[in-house]
Nanobody, 115 residues
Framework: QVQLVESGGGLVRPGGSLRLSCAASRAFFSIDAMAWYRQPPGKERELVGGITRSGRASYASSVEGRFTISRHNGENTMYLHMNSLKSEDSAVYYC?????????WGQGTQVTVSS
C-alpha cells in the first residue's frame, strides 16, 4: 500500500503561482508511476500530469508550459509547480500513485484562483 498526503493548496490571484506537495509513504523506486489529478466544482476528475519511475513527466495540454512536476527522491515527495494560474485552474488537486496496477489516492488539497 501507499499513503499519500497532499499539501500546499490555498487561495491565489490570477497570474500567481503555487506549489503543491505530495508526500508518499514509500520510496519512489517502489512506485510504478505518480500523477496529479484535479476536480473542478461540478466536473469530473481530470489528469493534470504524471511522472514515471524513471522521472519522465508529461502534462495535459491545458497546463503544458505553466505547470511542472518534480520530485525529491530522498524525501519521497512529489511536487506540482503551478505558474500563471487562471480561474479555470481552481479545483481540488489529488495525488495518485500506481503500484502493480493498483491506484492509491491522496485526500486532495483545494486550490482557488480568484481576485
Amino acid at each position: 500500500q501507499v499513503q499519500l498526503v497532499e499539501s500546499g493548496g490555498g487561495l491565489v490571484r490570477p497570474g500567481g503561482s503555487l506549489r503543491l506537495s505530495c508526500a508518499a509513504s514509500r520510496a519512489f523506486f517502489s512506485i510504478d508511476a505518480m500523477a496529479w489529478y484535479r476536480q473542478p466544482p461540478g466536473k469530473e476528475r481530470e489528469l493534470v500530469g504524471g511522472i514515471t519511475r524513471s522521472g519522465r513527466a508529461s502534462y495535459a495540454s491545458s497546463v503544458e508550459g505553466r505547470f511542472t512536476i518534480s520530485r525529491h527522491n530522498g524525501e519521497n515527495t512529489m511536487y506540482l509547480h503551478m505558474n500563471s494560474l487562471k480561474s479555470e485552474d481552481s479545483a481540488v488537486y489529488y495525488c495518485l500513485a500506481v503500484v502493480d496496477d493498483t491506484r492509491y489516492w491522496g485526500q486532495g488539497t483545494q486550490v482557488t484562483v480568484s481576485s
